[in-house]
């Protein structure tokens, strides 16, 4: 069964950093493209990081330079660093899992982290 | 960059087909995808590469994309289809998602 668990999440200062982590069972981690998705409140999804299989690195501009996505594929684990919070960064962030390659969709899903950025 | 457009909210009575739209330009050119998600839930794939259903959906959840809209029906709807739905495709090596639709079974 494919299991995919967030942690890392919670409050946190504008201006300051958290990292996010997903572990993963179930499936060869190793051969599969890994994203993070975030849902701020009452509002819709929006992508903000994928990792390829080999580990290149993907984000939309929004959050480009202040994310970094990670893996460490002995650990079944996926990482998204987050630097210089700011109010609006507050979300639920998801991890999920690429179809395939070349496939385009998110066949997976964990429960998601909630971090809150406030003073 | 590109943008996918979705209904805010579509209602629908028990057993008839809903119908809910997804537009973006030449989208019929990308796969698209439908994702529902609960409320307090994470999102759950219903629709891959247009019109492909995992093996735990229900056939009542179909998909189509042609021209500049991707569509996902469900027939006979149920009050446990109610929920939101985001499209998704990918464009240069980005992930787009629709802005959802909340599907009332009223």
């Known amino acids: 069964e494919v299991r995919l668990v967030e942690s890392g999440g919670g409050l946190v200062q504008p201006g300051g950093s958290l990292r996010l982590s997903c572990a993963a069972t179930?499936?060869?981690?190793?051969?599969?493209?890994m994203h993070w998705v975030r849902q701020a409140a009452g509002k819709g999804l929006e992508w903000v990081s994928e990792?390829?299989?080999?580990?290149?690195?993907y984000y939309p501009d929004s959050v480009k330079g202040r994310f970094t996505v990670s893996r460490e594929n002995g650990k079944n684990s996926l990482y998204l660093q987050i630097n210089s919070l700011r109010a609006d960064d507050t979300a639920v962030y998801y991890c999920?899992?690429?179809?395939?390659?070349?496939?385009?969709?998110?066949?997976?899903w964990g429960q998601g982290t909630l971090v809150t950025v406030s003073s | 960059s590109y943008e996918l457009s979705q209904p805010p909210s579509v209602s629908v009575s028990p057993g008839q087909t809903a119908t809910i739209t997804c537009s973006g330009d030449?989208?019929?050119?990308?796969?698209a995808c439908w994702y529902q998600q609960k409320p307090g839930q994470s999102p759950v794939l219903v629709i891959y590469?247009?019109?492909k259903r995992p093996s735990e959906i229900p056939e009542r959840y179909s998909g189509s994309n042609s021209g500049n809209t991707a569509t996902l029906t469900i027939s006979e709807t149920q009050a446990l289809d109610e929920a939101d739905y985001y499209c998704?495709?990918?464009?240069?090596?980005?992930?787009?998602f629709g802005g959802g639709t909340k599907l009332t079974v009223l």
């Open positions: 990792i390829d299989s080999n580990g290149d690195t």
């Open positions: 030449r989208l019929a050119d990308k796969y």
């Open positions: 590469q247009d019109t």
């Open positions: 999920a899992r690429d179809g395939g390659v070349s496939t385009r969709y998110l066949d997976y």
């Open positions: 179930g499936f060869s981690f190793s051969d599969y493209d």
């Open positions: 998704q495709a990918w464009d240069s090596n980005t992930w787009v």
